[in-house]
């Protein structure tokens, strides 16, 4: 069975050795993701998704990461979240009229 969570990227940490961290908000939490080339550093996350997952900082873009059983990353799917700020100010606009 496949789990999964939907959120955003927050933060990137891109290092010189290449490692990538990445902070990814979801349900009003911070979860830290990263990326190593050391095989001896703790990495969770394969190089092509880490810099996809990096790539969407500072988009308005959501995010879905899927999970393995064994809790691994699989794939993720990308796509354009609604602004908030948008749909308020549409509601006090409707609210007006």
Known sequence: MTTSIF????RV??????????????????TE????A????????????????????????CIEIFFQDNGTPSHIELEQ????EDDEEDDEEDDDD
């Open 38 to 61: 050391d095989p001896s550093r703790l990495g969770n996350f394969p190089k092509d998704l880490a810099e996809t997952l990096a790539s969407t900082l500072d988009t308005i873009i």
């Open 81 to 84: 979240c609604d602004d908030e």
């Open 7 to 10: 959120g955003e990227v927050i």
């Open 33 to 36: 993701y990263r990326y190593s």
């Open 13 to 30: 940490r891109k290092f010189t050795n290449g490692d990538i961290e990445i902070d990814f908000y979801h349900d009003d939490q911070i």
